[in-house]
């Protein structure tokens, strides 16, 4: 029987990780992506090696109806890995209330009202996986990024709220708190700007999308039965 995943943000560099990986591992994907529809048949191609159906979903998670587009498209599902994402960088006077709205909708109200609306469908079969990609600073917290880590840390409250939830369900959730990755998140800042962030870093280097990918592929399989409510940090030491 086919196993479906939905990999929201899947054409980012995360994302794309994370689909390849679960492709090897024989699930059928929904790979949902707002405006980088380049990247996403890119990703069709790198897939097409695999056996599992690939179906791309196109939806805006920053606006308050974009989750309705995505979960109508979507009919099995075993395992939600919620991924997509923004950044803000700046001082929080000078955050805009658009701004403000446009994190919050894609960070945590589109994360979950997706769950809300695809939770029957893993009640109903009493299993599956839901995992939270946040961040770093949704632990700690960072200067210039209020905003950003605000959200992130709401993130890891629905993880560990709705891990309680649903446990006796046989539903896992867990989150993931990637620390700096080599994403094209990270081109805002230049190669100076690499060389002292990786000075600070223990493991002297930033990680790769593959790091954050394998610990996704750990948490939905079954060596990860008896881990729920948890939140993993791949950071290379940054944050301990």
Same mark, same amino acid.
């Given at each position: 029987m086919k196993?479906?995943?939905?990999?929201?943000?899947?054409?980012?560099?995360?994302g794309r990780a994370i689909c390849l990986q679960l492709a090897r591992e024989g699930y059928s994907l929904y790979l949902h992506y707002f405006q980088n529809k380049d990247s996403i048949k890119k990703l069709m191609e790198e897939l097409s090696s695999y056996d599992g159906e690939y179906i791309p979903i196109q939806a805006d998670l920053s606006s308050p109806d974009g989750y309705r587009r995505l979960v109508e498209n979507i009919f099995s599902i075993d395992a939600i890995i919620h991924n997509s994402g923004?950044?803000?960088?700046?001082?929080?006077?000078?955050?805009?209330?658009? %701004?403000?709205?446009?994190?919050?909708?894609?960070?945590?109200?589109?994360?979950?009202?997706?769950?809300?609306?695809?939770?029957?469908?893993l009640l109903q079969k009493r299993a599956g996986n839901i995992i939270v990609i946040s961040s770093i600073w949704g632990q700690t917290g960072a200067a210039c990024e209020v905003a950003y880590s605000t959200v992130k840390g709401a %993130?890891?409250?629905?993880?560990?709220?709705?891990?309680?939830?649903?446990?006796?369900d046989g539903i896992?959730?867990?989150?993931?708190?990637p620390g700096a990755i080599r994403t094209p998140m990270m081109t805002v800042f230049n190669e100076e700007d690499i060389a002292s962030l990786n000075e600070e870093i223990p493991m002297g280097h930033l990680g790769s999308p593959e790091n954050i990918a394998d610990v996704v592929s750990f948490l939905v399989s079954e060596k990860a039965a008896y881990i729920t409510g948890q939140i993993i940090p791949v950071n290379g030491g940054w944050y301990t």
């Open positions: 196993k479906y995943a939905l990999v929201t943000g899947a054409s980012g560099g995360i923004m950044s803000r960088y700046g001082l929080l006077v000078d955050l805009e209330r658009e %701004q403000a709205e446009e994190l919050v909708t894609t960070h945590v109200t589109s994360p979950m009202l997706i769950t809300k609306e695809l939770l029957p469908k %993130q890891l409250s629905f993880v560990k709220a709705l891990s309680k939830e649903v446990a006796l896992r959730v867990n989150g993931v708190a």
